[in-house]
T-cell receptor, first 116, second 115 residues
């Protein structure tokens, strides 16, 4: 297993278009997270899944954003009617669930979105 | 709600010199603290973490960090910097009381290494 993968790595789109990103977590990792990182800032939590259930969404995740994780494997993040403010790096991370109170999150390389 | 502050946006250091990156957190209980490194085109890589016990923790790539509860700090250090350490560094905290273990990150410190 080579870790968390994200596709595409870069996406340039025009304002108003829809975009979809994909994240493939490490096999058998139950949890999958999405974060957004704007230029010069640290990543901010967007949402997370435990298996196929979406358990929490940040208020950063407006109605134009939707995330899915069918069958508890890969996940997609869709942004509808993109705005210039959506330009950012979108990071995906996955972690196992164990008896430990914290399980390390492993990050993918991210998808950089540029909205023109 | 927890928060993390990294006061230094940029730091320039000469190769072979020591490095210290500052991190202050705001959290109601004993936090779980982390330092991540992000190189251009790469994802975030965990350098080290502190959960409990010894307040001086060792990480990968020769980094260490010290937890100081009285100062709400978790500063990262390296005795001798290599050119490959040029990257952006993020301090983060997890609320173990909340479900999901979501990370809260600081704004990051970009490290430039002079030859």
């Amino acid at each position: 297993d080579t870790g968390v993968s994200q596709n595409p790595r870069h996406k340039i789109t025009k304002r108003g278009q829809n975009v979809t990103f994909r994240c493939d977590p490490i096999s058998e990792h139950n949890r999958l997270y999405w974060y957004r990182q704007t230029l010069g800032q640290g990543p901010e939590f967007l949402t997370y899944f435990q298996n196929e259930a979406q358990l929490e969404k940040s208020r950063l995740l407006s109605d134009r954003f939707s995330a899915e994780r069918p069958k508890g494997s890969f996940s997609t993040l869709e942004i509808q009617r993109t705005e210039q403010g959506d330009s950012a790096m979108y990071l995906c991370a996955s972690s196992p669930i164990t008896a430990s109170s914290y399980n390390e999150q492993f990050f993918g390389p991210g998808t950089r979105l540029t909205v023109l | 709600a927890q928060s993390v502050t990294q006061p230094d946006i940029h730091i320039t250091v000469s190769e072979g010199a020591s490095l210290e990156l500052r991190c202050n957190y705001s959290y109601g209980a004993t936090p779980y603290l982390f330092w991540y490194v992000q190189s251009p085109g790469q994802g975030l890589q965990l350098l080290l973490k502190y959960f409990s016990g010894d307040t001086l923790v060792q990480g990968i790539k020769g980094f260490e960090a010290e937890f100081k509860r009285s100062q709400s700090s978790f500063n990262l250090r390296k005795p001798s910097v290599h050119w490959s350490d040029a990257a952006e560094y993020f301090c983060a905290v997890v609320s173990i009381k909340a479900a999901g273990n979501k990370l809260t990150f600081g704004g990051g410190t970009r490290v430039l290494v002079k030859p």
